[in-house]
């Protein structure tokens, strides 16, 4: 038999009465401020503090720790892989890198301007490790951040339009701050394929930023779409009032690095 439920017997005004400050801060949901508690105070009265100021310590200590998670679980959210950093990329390897132009891309001012980043070189020089560690800061900023291959995404939409959610799916790849499109050159597409890479870049132009790495150069975009009026759209979607990065050099590959 169903075990039986248990009906409160104590009225919510005398409940919020009877509970301890750190039975009140946990209904709140500021679970980590409880826990800390009471070795705050007991700090607070050893050094004379104010309630003021012990409120504000264990105020400040619940956000930071919320704000962790909340990066975390976007960071998970985003598909981000490999994780990189900017500190971990090797700015003397490679021959050409305007170093400037991606430390201001860092600076994320491009995702609130709603602009894009282009990183364009030969595979190997680590355009996905430095779009990737852009990728992380957006996200520890609060940032709705995701990371996709040219060949999912046109995957994905083919399989949406077969099954007529290709709507849907439209929204949802136009509706993340960033999107970091990866692996642009990669494969040639179809005129379908492009068309449906077309109206994604297209639905984001002006309303949410991009950074796509790609190892052809604008000029080669054409084979790559099979259709030049199609190649030039994309591209004037991309680089209008946005960053392009060229990197020039051999192939760096190994354990630790990725394109």
């Known amino acids: 038999m169903p075990s039986s439920i248990e009906i409160p017997t104590t009225p919510p005004s005398e409940l919020a009465?009877?509970?301890s400050l750190a039975e009140v801060m946990r209904a709140l949901?500021?679970?980590h401020a409880a826990s800390i508690l009471e070795p705050a105070m007991a700090k607070a009265i050893a050094h004379n503090d104010s309630p003021t100021t012990l409120l504000d310590q264990l105020m400040r200590e619940q956000l930071r720790v919320q704000s962790e998670r909340r990066a975390q679980m976007a960071l998970k959210r985003s598909a981000i892989f490999p994780l990189t950093t900017m500190d971990s990329y090797d700015f003397d390897y490679p021959k050409l890198i305007d170093r400037d132009v991606v430390h201001r891309a860092a600076t994320l001012e491009f995702v609130k301007e709603r602009t894009n980043v282009v990183f364009v070189g030969p595979s190997g020089v680590g355009k996905t490790h430095l779009a990737n560690a852009i990728g992380q800061l957006a996200c520890l900023r609060g940032y709705r951040v995701r990371f996709t291959t040219a060949a999912d995404i046109i995957n994905d939409l083919v399989a949406a339009q077969s099954k007529n959610t290709l709507h849907r799916r439209l929204c949802?790849?136009?509706?993340?701050h960033l999107l970091l499109l990866d692996e642009l050159g990669y494969l040639s597409f179809d005129a379908r394929g492009a068309d449906l890479l077309y109206q994604v870049l297209n639905r984001r132009y002006q309303r949410g930023s991009t950074i796509v790495?790609?190892?052809l150069p604008f000029k080669d975009w054409g084979k790559l779409f099979q259709n030049a009026a199609s190649a030039s759209a994309i591209a004037d979607r991309l680089v209008h009032k946005g960053l392009l990065i060229r990197?020039?050099?051999?192939s760096?590959?190994?354990d630790r690095e990725v394109d």
Not at 172 to 176: E, H, K, P, R, V
Not at 247 to 250: A, K, L, S, T, W
């Open 17 to 19: 009465t009877t509970l």
């Open 29 to 31: 949901g500021l679970d």
């Open 172 to 176: 949802a790849w136009g509706a993340y």
């Open 213 to 215: 790495t790609t190892n």
């Open 247 to 250: 990197i020039q050099g051999r």
């Open 252 to 254: 760096h590959r190994s």
